[in-house]
């Protein structure tokens, strides 16, 4: 038998035995991502992933061993299994397993590699010493299958990195200048005021020193921010499950967005965004021409972990892999202004790196989702801190010397993002844009650091997770020390756009806000823990949770939220409940 079919069927056949091993290691390392098609990837990755690196293997087993009397169908699964074994090796290597540990796990993979082995060879030589209809039957039943799964999968999967909804501009908006939105996850107001592009920014345009957004997470405030109302009318970001923190509503289908209204005002807009609720799945993209979502091509990846070329990659070319980094963030954005059309453009870009977990600047050991969809497995403080989940919980208990080290990590990650963004406004600069480009940057929240006994964010409407940085230039150069909101983000990008505000936002053109103006802004919408909502004035804060416990701070004689003065001052907590409105009253649970 010197064909190299046999060889060929043989390493596909051993493809398909270590993508089922794959797909088991896959399951059992991997939280559940509460999505039917998400599951049916988990299964069908694998096993695609180390098919297609097996027939790469069989073809090249089968012309090496051309000629050789028999013998070959045996060779070409040992190479497949063989690789698949060496890489899970290497991967514990990586890991840091003991030596004792490796050499447990060397001799149980060695003996599953070769029983494998002799299996794959077995059916390849079943397939091909029977009737010819053997082979034709179980080709078409593994094509059909792989096709078919794909088929499900794959719109949902490709989704996840792009998207728009249009409209894409032909015409330039003539005469109005370049727009670009800068966003920066969990930035804490007092870090970036500390930051380099910040203060160029500040230095020629208006800074906003009380600038508030309506909820402590990524989804709502950012929905929030791009389509200028609050959640109570935009819907994103309220929980549709009970056992998926990322089984949330998204966009509402006929929200009104920045990017649809300077697209039509004749902006060609896009978006290169991080961070895995930022995207079409949530209706995110909704209005942009096109939107692309960095942190989903990694995740897709990090959701094929568990597979031979995968683990190759990681072994030998880790850079290689994607990465949602600053650094690549910015170069994306950077290759989309070289290659857009002529005319004014609208682009903005959504930096993670201040996200825990913290210190992870290289993006190839960790993934948001995995922590979103369940707590971590190890408590350490080397960099990337990884056991943010832990963290949250409750289960990992830093002392002082360990949160002041978290919170080194936390800063390094800013001063890494501002480092990249330097980079993209001289970017700006060399391509003779800076000058006819307005730039806004802000934040979608802030961040903890115990500064009311919690971490992160998504779980309280503390200062520390609403008041966010926000700076526009160039502009008249003042720092603006009144109460402005998320909700007024929109009116100013598209009034620089040349259009004016819908009737249904009720935010204000901040860089022509009234004197008399008397900003208040509705809170709510966590991530995590008990329901809180509440109610932002120029003086005060309202908080009150669906079991009826009730907070109100007095932010001019308490800024640091220390005092609650609902029992003392109980004129202003009635007068400041009387301005929330019933759709932002906290539903009572039973007890």
Excluded at 456 to 473: D, F, N, Q
Aim: aromatic residues 6%; hydrophobic residues 45%.
């Amino acid at each position: 038998m010197n064909r190299a079919g046999p060889a060929i069927a043989a390493a596909v056949a051993a493809g398909v035995a270590v993508g089922v091993g794959d797909v088991l290691i896959t399951l059992a390392s991997s939280p559940d991502p509460a999505h039917a098609v998400y599951r049916l990837g988990y299964v069908l990755g694998p096993i695609l992933a180390d098919v297609g690196c097996a027939l790469s293997l069989g073809i090249v087993t089968a012309l090496l061993g051309r000629g050789r009397a028999g013998g070959g169908e045996a060779i070409a699964a040992a190479v497949v299994t063989g690789a698949w074994a060496l890489t899970l090796l290497a991967d514990a290597w990586l890991a840091g397993f003991s030596a004792a540990a490796l050499m447990a796990l060397g001799l149980g993979t060695a003996l599953v590699a070769v029983a494998l082995a002799r299996l794959a060879r077995d059916v390849a030589r079943w397939l091909y010493d029977g009737a010819p209809h053997r082979r034709w039957i179980a080709s078409g039943a593994t094509a059909a299958l792989m096709i078919l799964g794909t088929a499900v999968t794959a719109p949902s999967g490709m989704a996840a990195f792009g998207g728009g909804t249009g409209p894409c501009a032909e015409t330039s908006a003539v005469g109005s200048p370049n727009l670009l939105l800068i966003t920066i996850d969990s930035l804490r107001l007092d870090d970036a005021r500390t930051m380099s592009s910040y203060r160029r920014l500040a230095a020629r345009g208006t800074e906003f020193t009380q600038h508030v957004t309506d909820a402590p997470w990524t989804l709502p405030s950012v929905a929030s921010l791009l389509s200028g109302v609050p959640v109570s009318v935009h819907g994103a970001g309220r929980s549709r499950s009970w056992s998926s923190l990322l089984d949330k509503t998204g966009l509402r289908g006929d929200a009104v967005t920045v990017a649809g209204i300077l697209g039509a005002r004749g902006y060609r807009t896009h978006a290169v965004v991080t961070n895995p609720f930022l995207t079409s799945r949530y209706g995110i993209d909704t209005g942009f021409c096109s939107f692309e979502n960095v942190t989903m091509e990694g995740e897709a990846v990090r959701g094929m972990a568990q597979t031979v070329p995968v683990r190759v990659a990681r072994l030998l070319a880790p850079r290689w892999l994607p990465d949602d980094r600053a650094a690549t963030v910015r170069a994306r954005a950077e290759t989309w202004l070289d290659r857009r059309p002529p005319g004014a453009f609208f682009l903005w870009v959504h930096f993670l790196d201040p996200h825990a977990p913290y210190g992870d600047r290289d993006g190839a050991s960790t993934s948001l989702t995995l922590d979103l969809m369940a707590l971590q497995g190890e408590a350490s403080l080397e960099a990337p801190f990884s056991s943010v989940g832990r963290l949250r919980a409750g289960e990992f208990r830093p002392g002082p010397a360990e949160r002041a080290q978290l919170r080194a990590l936390y800063r390094e990650d800013v001063t890494y993002v501002d480092r990249e963004i330097g980079r993209l406004l001289d970017g700006l600069a060399a391509r003779g844009l800076d000058d006819d480009t307005i730039v806004l940057l802000t934040a979608d929240h802030g961040e903890e650091f115990w500064d009311h006994g919690g971490v992160e964010h998504g779980r309280t409407l503390y200062e520390e997770v609403l008041r966010v940085p926000l700076v526009i230039a160039p502009s008249a150069h003042e720092t603006v020390d009144r109460l402005t909101t998320v909700l007024d983000v929109a009116p100013t990008i598209i009034a620089r756009g040349g259009t004016a505000a819908p009737t249904t936002w009720s935010g204000t053109d901040l860089l022509a806000l009234p004197a008399s103006r008397q900003g208040e802004l509705s809170l709510g919408t966590l991530l995590f823990g008990e329901e809180l909502t509440g109610l932002r004035t120029p003086t005060h804060k309202l908080v009150e949770s669906e079991h009826g416990t009730t907070w109100l701070f007095d932010l001019a004689q308490d800024p640091g939220e220390q005092r609650n003065v609902a029992a003392a001052d109980p004129a202003t907590l009635e007068a400041t409940r009387a301005r929330m409105a019933p759709d932002d009253r906290p539903t009572q649970r039973p007890e």
